[in-house]
Nanobody
Framework: QLQVVESGGGLVQPGGSLRLTCAASGFTFSNYAMSWFRQAPGKEREGVACINTYSGLTNYADSVRGRFTISRDNAKNTVYLQMNSLKREDTAVYYC??????????????????WGQGTQVTVSS
C-alpha cells in the first residue's frame, strides 16, 4: 500500500519551532521528489517546500524561505520540515505530498499523486 503519514504538528507560540515528519511507505522513496503543502481556513492550498531526489536541491515559498528547512533521509523513507520563527499566519494543516517524478515542479504546480492526511499546526499566544 502506498501512503505518506505526517506527524509532529501541535500548538506553539509565535517565535517557536516545530519539526514535522512525513513517513512514506509502499514505493521506492528515493525515486521521488517530496513536498510540503499547507492549507489555512478559507484559503487555497499552497506549496511550502520541496526537495529533489538526485540533486538534493530544494525550493521554498517566499513566505517561509529562511525560516523553514526541508530535508530527507532516503534510508528511512522520511522527509522532514523544520519550522523556526513561527508566525500566526503559519497556522494551517500541513500535508506531505509525493511528486510523480524526481524533480520538484516550479511554483508547486506539478503532479502530486499521493498525499498524507495532514497534521495541524497552530501558532498562537
Amino acid at each position: 500500500q502506498l501512503q505518506v503519514v505526517e506527524s509532529g504538528g501541535g500548538l506553539v507560540q509565535p517565535g517557536g519551532s516545530l519539526r514535522l515528519t512525513c513517513a512514506a511507505s509502499g514505493f521506492t522513496f528515493s525515486n521521488y521528489a517530496m513536498s510540503w503543502f499547507r492549507q489555512a481556513p478559507g484559503k487555497e492550498r499552497e506549496g511550502v517546500a520541496c526537495i529533489n531526489t538526485y540533486s538534493g536541491l530544494t525550493n521554498y515559498a517566499d513566505s517561509v524561505r529562511g525560516r523553514f528547512t526541508i530535508s530527507r533521509d532516503n534510508a528511512k523513507n522520511t522527509v522532514y520540515l523544520q519550522m523556526n520563527s513561527l508566525k500566526r499566519e503559519d497556522t494551517a494543516v500541513y500535508y506531505c505530498a509525493r511528486e510523480n517524478t524526481f524533480v520538484c515542479s516550479g511554483n508547486f504546480r506539478g503532479r502530486y499523486d499521493y498525499w498524507g492526511q495532514g497534521t495541524q499546526v497552530t501558532v498562537s499566544s
